[in-house]
């Protein structure tokens, strides 16, 4: 991943060199001085970064906010129809559960993309970049899915389409997390990809199931978002070039020059414990998001003898879960701490697993799928807050980006293994899985280290707050 700080430009301050007033660079400038960098012509003041053109063109936060909640609304719709999509390319393409499986796989491809591409984005364009290049990877795997192509060719197209998913997601978590109240901020935006999730597999199965329209038909639908979420992003972060992104990041690169740090933060995320604990709870984690998105509506027709439309309705009330949990839970995890709410999270997660593994009645098992979503939602946006309060803000879209990626894997994995084992020893497996799943998954959230205290956070992320 590229580093946010690998552009071609002169160094700011050298050791030793002094301001155009004559004081030494090491002396803090006082309340009413300022200096000149080298570059861009930007001012010190103590506190901020300023510039007289961009700050003044800044489209509001809350605007931004907005856009990116309706991103991950689509993103959601995507990512969650998959596990829709599994009986009906089964039925057109005439596949197994091992070779549907596929579908999974190709997924994370776009993620490792994007891991590598995120950084250079944001030096080169900003989030004005990302706003622009998301949405257009959106669209070309739409458009392609829409024209039913041969399954070999869906599958690139799949690939394409996590591509703008990746960099988006990637993105706009590093961005909420660094702000203040970054715990809501990261609710809201987990929540709208949720309600996106619950969305996607209701709208899907009506079409496909209810009104027996061909399963193409519903890229047709995300084609159209698609569209509309490039038009709000576009509009939202106009303003957001490479200029504005230097800027705001450029008083953590002074305070490198002054220590004569240099580390690549490429290098750099991977010499903090905490990126590869995070790493690998969000391999467990997403693993069991995703299997559980990706075969409930088969585990449901097979095991629970459901009907397709109720299947699918199943994989709506998990991400309707999801989201109330993320919009609902935010609060209670702020007050209570966000370790110990998800310690509880997870245990009362395993608790409605295994209501779930034992009882069979449709309905019921319905009910209980979305309590199990209701009580996961929190998990991912409390993985973005630990980091973001654990590492320094420099490093924030480089590591997050890497261990969302190391999440796509998992979410790759999980359901390809399911589909294996699935072809050979039926899917009543998922059950076993799913609940193994989510013990690692709580083992590895109690590994990470405590928080610092809440007063210690930076005097950047409060101000990323104020508009």
Known sequence: MASAYEADREPL?????????????????????????????????????????????????????????????VLGMMVSTLGVMVPQF??????????????????????????????????K?????????????????????????PYPV?????AVGSVGTGILDGSYCAWAGGMKNANIVQGFLHGSYSAGAAIGP??????????????????????????????????????????????????ERLLEVRNESSLDARTAIFKHGVTWICAAY??????????????????????????????????????????AGRLTLSVVTERIGVRTATIAYLIAALAFEALFTAVHIPIFSTIIITL?????????????????????????????????????????LLPFALGALADRLGIQVFQVVVFAQLVVTLLLWLAFPRLPPANTASEDQIEDTVD
């Open 13 to 73: 301050l050298d050791a030793g060199s002094s301001t155009e007033d004559g004081r030494d660079h090491d002396q803090a400038p006082t309340q009413r001085s300022s200096f000149e960098a080298k570059t861009w012509g930007w001012r010190f003041y103590p506190g901020k970064w300023v510039t007289s053109s961009s700050d003044a063109r800044s489209t509001s936060l809350v605007l931004r906010i907005a856009a990116s909640m309706l991103s991950f609304v």
């Open 90 to 123: 089964e039925d057109y393409y005439g596949l197994t559960d091992l070779h549907v499986s596929f579908v999974f796989l190709t997924w994370p491809i776009g993620y490792v993309v994007a891991a590598f591409l995120n950084g250079a984005i944001h030096l």
């Open 125 to 149: 364009f900003g989030q004005r970049g990302i706003a622009v290049l998301g949405p257009l990877f959106h669209i070309i795997f739409t458009t392609a899915a829409a024209l039913h192509p």
């Open 154 to 158: 869906l599958l690139v197209a799949l």
């Open 202 to 251: 209701f709208l899907a199965g009506t079409m496909i199931s209810a009104s027996n329209l061909p399963w193409y038909t519903w890229y047709h639908v995300l084609l159209g978002a698609s569209l509309l979420e490039a038009v709000v992003l576009i509009l939202a972060f106009r303003h957001e070039d490479s200029i504005k992104y230097r800027a705001d990041h450029e008083r």
């Open 282 to 323: 969000f391999l467990a984690y997403i693993g069991t998001e995703n299997g559980i998105s990706g075969w409930i509506v088969v585990f449901m027709t097979r095991v629970n003898h459901a009907s397709d439309y109720l299947a699918s309705l199943s994989s709506s009330g998990f991400w309707i879960g999801q989201a």
């Open 372 to 412: 199990l979503g209701y009580c996961l939602g929190p998990l991912f946006p409390s993985g973005v807050f630990m980091m973001t309060r654990l590492l320094p803000k420099e490093l924030h879209v480089g590591a997050i980006s890497f261990v969302v990626l190391i999440g796509q894997v998992g979410g790759a």
